[in-house]
């Protein structure tokens, strides 16, 4: 679907619609990221955007849906598609174009495809600007209360480098054109019937086969979505784990971040993040997120975004010990552990820290 507004977007827009949730009585709020192109060279930069968004898209469950076995409702997510890139390719500028109003995105997924040897490479990069964006439940904020305290914290970081992607000589070949992205009838592909052009709507995914349904004008059909690098690539991945996790779709959440976890070529600091996603998703469905935590630590100890996770994760589990069934005994091991972890780590912490002061409270 085609949009104007004032930074001339010309936006498609992936939705999924869900029913109001069961639970709440309350319609979910609305979580949108946005893919502007990325900066290349001819439609390079388009036809890349193009594709990871419709890899992430292909990863959104609705209710109903067979990938969504007990049946939750996570809300609408949105992907929005700009056919031009950013004006600066910077993380204030994606911010800027977030906060719009017209926009209002979570998430923006952004970067450039530059000739490199006898290649080309794709830099790609994420911010998530921190504003008030009118949605009532903020479900990437983690927060608990423990008798009279309430302990919350935030995303591990609102801005960082997701990947680099050494394109293959065959995506560049083929996507360098506008006319790249064919649609096909079937989805085993055959003879196109159109082409992908700058209005088109998803309408269902084949995630296992790597295709997309779309309507493009008047056209229906198939859209085969490549591998789009030598090596595998967690941008796709990572990007959908934390739409699942602004959507509160702990388990969705959980499975993209081991799998991001598990590639072999994810940077170190994206690593950490995605322990620090995945273990905090265990945590919200009741569970012990610690062994990632404690992972995360054991890639950088003076990472203090994955202290406050462990920490978080520990008083996590005294409140799950206020049920008098529990052990007494229970208890006293995780207090320890929390004085342990206190006393080695809160010195990474600035004074009078307000999280540290309430951890503090906690021991004494």
């Known amino acids: 679907m085609q949009r104007g507004d004032p930074v001339k977007m010309r936006a498609l827009l992936f939705s999924i619609v869900l029913l109001t949730s069961p639970v709440s009585g309350a319609v979910p709020d609305q979580i949108t990221l946005y893919v502007p192109a990325f900066e290349g060279p001819g439609a390079l930069g388009q036809n890349v955007a193009t594709i990871l968004n419709l890899r992430i898209w292909t990863t ?8 969504n076995p007990d049946n939750l409702d996570f809300g609408k997510g949105l992907i929005v598609w700009n056919r031009s890139p950013l004006s600066t390719q910077s993380h204030q500028e994606a911010e800027n174009e977030a906060r719009n109003i017209n926009l209002l995105a979570q998430m923006v997924l952004w970067g450039k495809a530059y000739p490199y040897g006898d290649g080309v ?19 990437e904020i983690w927060e608990i209360k423990y008798r009279d305290t309430t302990f919350k914290t935030d995303i591990p970081r609102r801005r960082f480098e997701v990947s680099s992607i050494v394109l293959t000589n065959e995506v560049v070949k083929e996507y360098s054109l506008p006319s790249a992205l064919k649609i096909y009838a079937e989805r085993e592909g055959g003879d ?4 992908v052009g700058s209005s088109y709507r998803g309408i ?5 086969l790597g295709l997309a349904k779309v309507i493009a004008g008047d056209i229906t059909g198939w859209v085969r979505l490549p591998k789009l690098g030598k090596k595998p690539t967690e941008v796709s991945t990572f990007a959908a784990g934390v ?17 991001v976890i598990e590639n072999q070529y994810t940077n170190t600091s994206l690593r950490i993040d995605a322990h620090l996603y995945a273990g905090m998703a ?35 589990a005294l409140s799950r010990q206020d049920d008098p069934m529990h052990s007494s005994a229970a208890t006293k091991e995780i207090l ?3 004085k342990r972890a206190h006393k080695k780590y809160a ?18």
């Open 60 to 67: 959104l469950r609705r209710k109903p849906w067979p990938a």
């Open 121 to 139: 490479v794709v830099q790609t990069n994420m911010s998530i600007p921190g504003y008030r964006d009118f949605r009532e439940n903020k479900n």
């Open 192 to 195: 196109p019937i159109g082409e």
């Open 204 to 208: 269902q995914l084949e995630p296992q």
């Open 243 to 259: 739409m699942k996790i602004f959507r509160s779709d702990w388990q969705g959440a959980l499975k993209h971040m081991n799998r």
């Open 282 to 316: 265990l945590e919200r469905q009741g569970k012990s997120g610690r062994e990632h935590f404690e992972k995360a630590l054991g890639l950088n100890r003076y990472a203090r975004r994955a202290v406050e996770y462990l920490l978080m994760g520990e008083v996590a």
């Open 336 to 338: 320890e552990r929390l």
């Open 347 to 364: 010195q990474l912490f600035p004074e009078n820290d307000s999280f540290i002061e309430s951890i503090s409270r906690i021991l004494r």
